[in-house]
Structure formats: structure tokens, C-alpha cells
């Protein structure tokens, strides 16, 4: 008899030992054991869990095999010896001609401005003074046109004289040398009032600047009289001759006195390019005395 069982039987042996085993790992707790009875092809069915799609975690596509290579294996890179250096970059800077700015128009409303033409500066005049305004030149002889007798009667060159023919007669025009009656240098205009009861004096024109204001001095000195001489200074803007007309504007003499030197002065804007200016005297009655003397008149361009 042989001592070694046969092949066959062996494997039936160890397969039934094992098959109990195989049953525990393989179905677990959820193994069905095949009833009695039953054809061994019998299939148990058991229900699918379905799954929430919402609770599903995304994996990896195993069909796809992920290649991890070693990290003794992983690429590095050598540089070439050889090879020339790469430059770093750097900001290239761009030129104005380079770049094209396009401008920006903004339209804002203007005003038209009309311009307007600056009136020119005009300069002002010297002084008119000394020489005939304080009548230190010749003096004129002069007749009395009223035929009243006046021996030796003159006038300052560059005056005229205007005489009124009073109830009592006129007065005369006289060259004063008497150095108590000059106010400075050696002359003097006189004007004589005794006995008369009348308006005398002198004018003259002279050119002037149309805008500009001219300051006007003079000064007198008149006799003590029972009837105190009136003085006054005129000034007629349109350059007109006559001390009557209503052309003339007269101011009171600013001092008043006798027997003393007294001023005046007024400042007139001219209207045009001449004006006139008028010294008289009045002696209201024809009283003894009013002898009156003139001196230092003098015409100031104050300019606009």
C-alpha cells in the first residue's frame, strides 16, 4: 500500500479547511449562508445604498496612473559654462519725443473785452512867475479911455488895463517905485482910488491844458479909506477879455486888511486851451485914500 495519500485527496482536504476561513474574510457580517436544500447556483440579491451625489467626494482618476518619481531622479538644472550672461532687466527710459500726448481743449466761455485806449499823460507847464507876473519889466504908458487926466500913466508889459467911469470919474494906472508899497524885487503895479467910487484892475491870457488844474496867487496892499477897498480875482474859463461878462467867475480876496500886504489864491480846472485872469479892485465910495499896489502874481500847472 502506499504511504503518501493521493493528490486529489489532499487538495479536498486542505480545501475544505480553508473554505470556512475564506468565508469569514471575504463575506464578512454580511454573508448569507445558502439554506439547506437550496441549488447552489441560487444568487442572493442584496440592495445597492444609493449615494447623495451632494455627499460624493471627488477622486482621483485611478485608471490614470500618477508616475512619482525619487527625488535622486528629479530634473535640476545645470547652467552652461559656456553660455553668456543674462542681463538683468532694466527700466528703459522713454524720451518725450516718444510719447504722443494728445491734448485736452477746454472750451470756456470769454468775454469779450473791448479794449480801451489809456488817455496820455500830459506834463504839466513850468511856473509862470517873476518878470511881468511880478511886474519887474517895462511898463507901458497907458492912456485913461475914459479922458481923465493921469500924468505919466503906465501899465506892466504883458497886462491890460480895464477902468470903469464911475459918477466921480476913473481911476489911473501908475508904475510903482516906492519901496515901501513893492513886495519884492523893485516894482509895482498902482491902481489909484481917491475920489473915485469905481471897479479897476488888470487881465491877462494864457495858454493852458485842457483837464489840468492851475493854482492862482496874488497879492495887494490898498490905503486906509473911509470905504475900504474891495478885492477880488477873476478867472474866465473860456479865455474871454471882457470883466463883465458873465464868462467870469470872481472870488473874494482871501485876506482882508489896509495899509498890509495880503493873498489870495484859487485853483480853476481849464476848459480848454486858454483862460483868463482878472485883478480888480472896487471902491465902493469916493472917499479919500484906496491907493492900491499889486505884486507877485503867479500861475501854478497842477497837472489832472
Known amino acids: 500500500m502506499n504511504k503518501y495519500p493521493k493528490p486529489k485527496l489532499v487538495w479536498l482536504v486542505i480545501a475544505g479547511a480553508i473554505w470556512p476561513l475564506l468565508a469569514c474574510f471575504v463575506g464578512g457580517p454580511a454573508a448569507t449562508a445558502i439554506p439547506a436544500g437550496r441549488p447552489a447556483d441560487f444568487v442572493v440579491q442584496t440592495a445597492t445604498p444609493t449615494t447623495d451625489p451632494r455627499l460624493v467626494t471627488p477622486t482621483v482618476d485611478q485608471a490614470k ?65 517873476g518878470g511881468e507876473w511880478d511886474f519887474e519889466t517895462n511898463f507901458i504908458p497907458w492912456p485913461n479911455p475914459h479922458g481923465e487926466p493921469c500924468p505919466g500913466a503906465a501899465v506892466a508889459s504883458g497886462w491890460t488895463a480895464f477902468v470903469e467911469n464911475g459918477p466921480y470919474g476913473s481911476s489911473c494906472m501908475n508904475e510903482n517905485l516906492y519901496k515901501p508899497n513893492v513886495l519884492s524885487g523893485a516894482k509895482s503895479q498902482e491902481i489909484t482910488f481917491d475920489f473915485i467910487a469905481a471897479n479897476s484892475g488888470i487881465w491877462r491870457t494864457i495858454p493852458t491844458k485842457t483837464g489840468h488844474r492851475y493854482s ?8 486906509r479909506s473911509l470905504s475900504p477897498v474891495e478885492m477880488a480875482l477873476g478867472v474866465d474859463l473860456t479865455g474871454g477879455n471882457v470883466w463883465e461878462a458873465q464868462t467870469v467867475q470872481w472870488f473874494a480876496w482871501d485876506q482882508t486888511g489896509e495899509d498890509t500886504w495880503t493873498q489870495t489864491e484859487e485853483t480853476v480846472t481849464a476848459a480848454g486851451d486858454k483862460l483868463t485872469i482878472f485883478i480888480k479892485g472896487r471902491h465902493p465910495m469916493a472917499a479919500q485914500g484906496g491907493k492900491t499896489v499889486l505884486d507877485n502874481v503867479a500861475v501854478a500847472d497842477l497837472g489832472e
Do not use: F, G, W
Not at 492862482?216 to 490905503?223: E, L, P, R
Open 216 to 223: 492862482i496867487t496874488a497879492y495887494a496892499k490898498h490905503d
Open 65 to 129: 496612473p500618477i508616475a512619482i518619481l525619487p527625488l535622486s531622479d528629479a530634473p535640476t538644472h545645470t547652467p552652461d559654462p559656456n553660455a553668456p550672461p543674462t542681463p538683468l532687466p532694466t527700466d528703459t527710459p522713454v524720451s518725450a519725443a516718444t510719447v504722443e500726448l494728445t491734448p485736452t481743449v477746454v472750451l470756456t466761455p470769454t468775454a469779450t473785452i473791448t479794449p480801451t485806449q489809456k488817455k496820455p499823460v500830459v506834463p504839466p507847464d513850468p511856473p509862470l512867475q
